[in-house]
């Protein structure tokens, strides 16, 4: 038997149609929440089909006397559910920590002077340097806005010691208990070490091992900079937003470090111009 196919196409109504790319839409995504579970963006688009069965039920009370959009009613309630159960079970760690930062005030000193992170700049450089030329493996995470969840400060052990190249090079020596996780750097404090981060999800270039796939995965998720000693090459390299740049200079290491703690060039001029605007808001209040 032939099947006319642009006959039956005629005969398709606007809301099958409407049917058929829910369905579609709905498949694709629960499909990338397998596949990209940790990443929040997959999160937002099942929030996104917690407003898309709203608007399907408002669309169709609008025709009570006609059978419309009952696949994708049907299948929105289910996706209602999978939401709810997936972000409770995938991100119990996220909520945690959120309720932990609302609860409780930041563990670490947002103070610390331009003078103070410059030379925590300096000791990072020198300990990068050292460890480069002797091939010795490390992974040093700068957290100026405390993003870090306590979860993964959890897996390491808790230092809470002034930054200086020297503990940087004996964490991350060999023999060392701690030189396979991260160092966290809040300021000019190393907050703690041998912590284990997420790895990233994304294929990347065979020659990075794990310490990279772990410094991009941190900053997928978080607003931090990641440096990288490569312990087969020697090559440092730097993570932000989860963009990778390799082969670092110092001269080059060291603009990424103050753009991270806020204190380049660029990054004062910013912060002094605000702080001209405030005064001139105070001052104009007296008149």
Do not use: W
């Amino acid at each position: 038997m032939d099947y006319n196919f642009v006959e039956f196409a005629k005969h398709i109504g606007p809301f099958a149609a409407i049917d058929a790319v829910i369905l579609v839409v709905v498949l694709v995504v629960m499909l990338l929440f397998f596949i990209y579970k940790r990443n929040v963006k997959v999160l937002c688009l099942l929030l996104l089909g917690c407003v898309l069965e709203i608007a399907v039920q408002t669309l169709a009370a609008y025709y009570p006397d006609q059978h419309i959009l009952e696949v994708a009613k049907y299948i929105m309630h289910y996706v209602v559910i999978f939401d709810v159960v997936c972000a409770c079970v995938v991100y119990q760690n996220d909520f945690k920590n959120i309720f932990q930062k609302v609860s409780s005030q930041r563990q670490f000193d947002v103070h610390t002077s331009d003078d103070e992170l410059r030379e925590a700049t300096t000791e990072i450089l020198t300990a990068c340097q050292d460890m480069s030329k002797q091939d010795v493996g490390a992974i040093i995470i700068i957290d100026s806005v405390g993003d870090i969840h306590e979860n993964i400060l959890d897996t390491g052990t808790r230092l809470g010691a002034t930054l200086s190249a020297p503990l940087l090079e004996s964490i991350f020596n060999t023999k060392a208990p701690l030189h396979d996780g991260a160092v966290i750097v809040r300021g000019n404090k190393i907050v703690a070490a041998g912590c284990f981060l997420t790895l990233t999800q994304r294929n990347v270039n065979k020659e990075m091992g794990t310490r990279h796939r772990a410094a991009i995965g941190v900053t997928e998720e978080t607003d931090v900079l990641s440096i990288v000693v490569s312990e087969e090459t020697g090559i440092i390299s730097v993570v932000k937003h989860g963009e990778i740049k390799r082969y670092m200079t110092m001269d080059k290491l060291k603009d990424e470090i103050e753009e991270a703690y806020g204190i380049s060039p660029t990054a004062i001029a910013m912060r002094e111009a605000n702080n001209h605007k405030k005064k001139k808001r105070r001052s104009g209040r007296f008149y």
